[in-house]
Each structure stands twice: as C-alpha cells, then as structure tokens.
C-alpha cells in the first residue's frame, strides 16, 4: 500500500506534464529567437561573389576548385545561406585578386 493518497500522484503527475509543457515552450521560444538573430546577421552580411563570378566566367565548381570547397557550398555563399569563415572568405578574396572588403561586406540597415 502507498503511503501517500492517490490524489498526491495524479497531481504531480500534472504538474510534471505542466513543466514539460513549460520546457518545451520556453525551448521553442530561445529556437526562434536564436533563428531571428541568426537571420538578422545574415542579411547584414552581403557578398558580391556571383557576379565576380559571372565576370571571371567561372562555374560554382571551378570557385569551389580554387578555394578548396564544394560547389554546394560556394551555391550557399551565393546566396547568403551561409556566411564563410574568415578563412573561407579571404581565401575567396584571393581567388578573385580582390581584398575581401570588396567581395563581402555590412549591409548598412536602415532603421
């Protein structure tokens, strides 16, 4: 027999499924605030790495060549989809005989 009464555990039964609840919400709530600040600095981060491209008349994969990436990679840059490291970035620079300030730059926001 247990020493405590039936109505004891279905309580605290409820108010684990609460906390649970409670985690969970408080998890999606810093997911997307984290989503928001991750989008944020992506759309201040800009790059000119297409149209370098275009002008040098090199494919997404004769870059990647040169820079010691993947093709997919490059396509994300491109795009702004992900955002180099600064290895990555100056490596991309020199391919293109350019300092790196004239192929990624801060986007100035207006607010």
Do not use: C
Not at 26 to 53: A, G, P
Not at 62 to 68: P, S
């Amino acid at each position: 027999m247990s020493l405590l009464p039936t109505s004891f555990y279905l309580k605290m039964t409820m108010i684990h499924s609460k906390m649970q609840y409670i985690v969970y919400i408080l998890e999606y709530i810093n997911y997307n605030k984290f989503k928001l600040i991750r989008e944020r600095i992506s759309r201040m981060l800009v790059n000119n790495v297409r149209e370098l491209r275009a002008r040098f008349r090199w494919s997404q994969q004769d870059l990647a060549d040169a820079i010691g990436a993947t093709r997919q990679t490059v396509g994300l840059i491109e795009k702004g989809d992900y955002s180099p490291s600064i290895t990555l970035a100056l490596k991309i620079a020199s391919a293109f005989k350019l300092p790196v300030e004239e192929v990624f730059y801060l986007k100035e926001e207006v607010e």
